[in-house]
């Protein structure tokens, strides 16, 4: 029985056998963690701030110098 049509979209809306396994994997996967962790937003603002201070400091560096090179 095929109730999906050549692009793989089911045409018997819930009914269809295929979309009821599909969901039943997808819920599977999410419930044991098939996904990926999520990431802890903790390292991503402390990475961040990392960046930010390494372009605030290529920044001071590249100023003195235009200063020292073109200053009066």
């Known amino acids: 029985m095929n109730c999906c049509n050549s692009h793989g979209e089911c045409t018997q809306g819930r ?3 295929i979309r009821k396994q599909r969901a ?4 599977e996967a999410y419930i044991q963690g098939g996904w990926g962790k999520v990431a802890d937003p903790y390292d ?4 961040t701030f990392k960046a930010l201070i390494a372009v605030i400091a290529v920044t001071a560096a590249i100023t ?3 200063y020292m090179v073109w200053g009066k």
């Open 15 to 17: 009914d269809c056998p």
């Open 44 to 47: 991503d603002v402390t990475e």
């Open 24 to 27: 039943k994997e997808t819920d």
């Open 64 to 66: 003195l110098l235009a």
